[in-house]
Nanobody, 125 residues
Framework: EVHLVESGGGLVQAGGSLRLSCAAS????????IGWFRQAPGKEHEGVSSIRISDGGTYYVGSVKGRLTISSDNAKNMVYLQMNSLKPEDTAVYYCAAVRDRAIDYSDYRAYDYYGQGTQVTVSS
C-alpha cells in the first residue's frame, strides 16, 4: 500500500524558514517523480517543486526560485522541501505527490498517481 506522509509544517514569521518532509513507502522510489504542491484557501493546487528521483532533476515554479530547495534521501525514501525567506503569500496547505516517471507536466497536480494528506504552513507578516 502506498503512503505519502508530510510533516514539518507550522507557523513562522515572514523571513523565516521551514523544512517540510515527505516520507514515501509502498512503491519503487527510484522510478518516481515526487512533487510538492500547495493550496491556499479558495485557490487551486499550485505546483511548487518536483524532483526526479532517478537523476535528481528538479523543477521550481518561478515564484519560489531561490527561496525553496527540493532534495531527496533515496536511502530513506524521503523528499524534503527547504523553505527560506518565507512570505505571507506562501501560506497554504502543502502536499507531496508521487507519479511514475513519464512524460507529463510535473506541475499538474492532477497528473500524479498518489497524494499525501498535507501539512499546513502559515507565514505571518
Amino acid at each position: 500500500e502506498v503512503h505519502l506522509v508530510e510533516s514539518g509544517g507550522g507557523l513562522v514569521q515572514a523571513g523565516g524558514s521551514l523544512r517540510l518532509s515527505c516520507a514515501a513507502s509502498g512503491f519503487t522510489f527510484g522510478d518516481y517523480v515526487i512533487g510538492w504542491f500547495r493550496q491556499a484557501p479558495g485557490k487551486e493546487h499550485e505546483g511548487v517543486s518536483s524532483i526526479r528521483i532517478s537523476d535528481g532533476g528538479t523543477y521550481y515554479v518561478g515564484s519560489v526560485k531561490g527561496r525553496l530547495t527540493i532534495s531527496s534521501d533515496n536511502a530513506k525514501n524521503m523528499v524534503y522541501l527547504q523553505m527560506n525567506s518565507l512570505k505571507p503569500e506562501d501560506t497554504a496547505v502543502y502536499y507531496c505527490a508521487a507519479v511514475r516517471d513519464r512524460a507529463i507536466d510535473y506541475s499538474d497536480y492532477r497528473a500524479y498517481d498518489y497524494y499525501g494528506q498535507g501539512t499546513q504552513v502559515t507565514v505571518s507578516s
